[in-house]
């Protein structure tokens, strides 16, 4: 019998433990703020999903060689706007090894809204590349290199270490 006594004793002092401390706080313990953040709700005619992922408006894909009646020195590009260049890809079909260089250049005359007939009078810093004989080289850019406009033309430079046509750049991008 005291063992049921002891037993019974035992549970009731636990279970008022218990109670105890589900009344009990302390004041770090208390939520401060909502508890529930504000919903959007999407799909609605206020609020419609976009049909399809938001892509560039204006892909771009340009290819320049360096044949000797455009020089070692050319410029590239849409135009006008900005221009964003995700990947190039340089190509050398010769059989030596050949540096080629992309690079925000300043350019003079030609035409607004056109990079033909363009002068490249200068230029900052940009991509150079030695490519070695009948290969390519691939870059693509997480994060694209813009191209802003110079005297009212959008265009990329491009430098070439000679002029016999067996170099190639394949510029892959977007205009905006």
């Known amino acids: 019998m005291r063992n049921i006594q002891t037993y ?82 340089m190509t050398n079909f010769g059989g030596v090894g050949q540096s080629i260089r992309v690079f925000q250049p300043v350019l003079s005359g030609g035409s607004p809204g056109s990079c033909i007939g363009t002068s490249i009078v200068g230029g900052g810093q940009g991509i150079r590349v030695e490519v070695q004989p009948n290969s390519s080289i691939h870059l693509a850019f997480p994060a694209p290199i813009v191209i802003n406009a110079s005297n009212g033309q959008t265009c990329a430079g491009v430098t070439f270490e000679n002029t016999n046509g067996t170099n190639y750049v394949n510029f892959v991008g977007y205009s905006y």
């Open 8 to 89: 019974i004793f035992s549970a009731a002092a636990l279970g008022g433990l218990l109670v105890a401390g589900s009344l009990l706080h302390s004041r770090g313990s208390r939520a401060q703020g909502a508890y529930a953040s504000p919903v959007s709700v999407m799909n609605t005619t206020a609020n419609p999903v976009p049909a399809s992922p938001a892509m560039p408006a204006n892909p771009f894909f340009q290819e320049i060689t360096n044949n000797i009646s455009s020089g070692s020195l050319q410029a590239v590009g849409p135009g006008s706007g900005a221009f964003a260049i995700t990947s190039l890809t």
